[in-house]
Structures are given as structure tokens and as C-alpha cells.
């Protein structure tokens, strides 16, 4: 599985941006989508996901400004991101995960596959 990041940039504190990644290959409504970051000297963390379920996950320092989605039929998960803040600079990576057979709304630790990140600057 390959996973394409993109649209990232340059926005104002307090301004939106939209994530897309694309996914290769025909199973993507199956897997655990997600939405990770990692700021310089700092550790990656989870941002976001989306179980085929529809169960989703966010970290408390997102939740109420962004939004996981995705479209099936496109193969892509997006993230909306609203009220941005100078602290959610970072590089943004999607990842997949080919999910739980017994459970649709599992959302994992590790995660499978991962794209190349695209880059988020907000400045003040």
C-alpha cells in the first residue's frame, strides 16, 4: 500500500488547512486510517483516526478544531483543520492499518503503512 500526503503549507494562527492522502490498492475501505504528527525534537504522535466502523479518535489537543474523514470510493482520508495554532507545526503523516477482522472500530498503536509527510507551519 502506498500513501500519498498532501496539502500541507504556510497558514496564520487561526486560520484552516486540508490533509488529503491517497491510498493505493483496493481494500481501503478495510483499514484503520490515520493522521500523525511529529514537531522537531519532539516524538510523533497520533493526531487522528478513522476505524472503517466509523469510529474515530483524536488527541485532546486537536479535538474540537480538527476533523478525520474519509471517502471510500476515492480511496483517500482527509484532515480538516481549523483554528490552527503556532503549536500544531509539524510534519503531518498518514498511516494505514489493514484493521481487525473481529472488530471494525479498532484502532491500533502500530500501524501498518505509512506515507511521506507533508509539512504544516503556523505562524503567529
Known amino acids: 500500500v502506498q500513501l500519498q500526503a498532501s496539502g500541507g503549507g504556510l497558514v496564520q494562527a487561526g486560520g484552516s488547512l486540508r490533509l488529503s492522502c491517497a491510498a493505493s490498492?483496493?481494500?481501503?475501505?478495510?483499514?484503520?486510517m490515520s493522521w500523525h504528527r511529529q514537531a522537531p525534537g519532539k516524538q510523533r504522535e497520533l493526531v487522528a483516526a478513522?476505524?472503517?466502523?466509523?469510529?474515530?479518535e483524536y488527541a485532546d489537543s486537536v479535538k474540537g478544531r480538527f476533523v478525520i474523514s474519509r471517502d471510500n470510493a476515492k480511496n483517500t482520508v482527509y484532515l480538516q483543520m481549523n483554528s490552527l495554532k503556532p503549536e500544531d507545526t509539524a510534519s503531518y503523516y498518514c498511516a494505514a492499518d489493514r484493521g481487525s477482522d473481529v472488530d471494525p472500530n479498532y484502532i491500533p498503536l502500530i500501524y501498518d503503512y505509512w506515507g511521506q509527510g507533508t509539512q504544516v507551519t503556523v505562524s503567529s
Open positions: 490498492g483496493n481494500a481501503f475501505n478495510r483499514y484503520t
Open positions: 478513522s476505524a472503517r466502523g466509523g469510529e474515530t
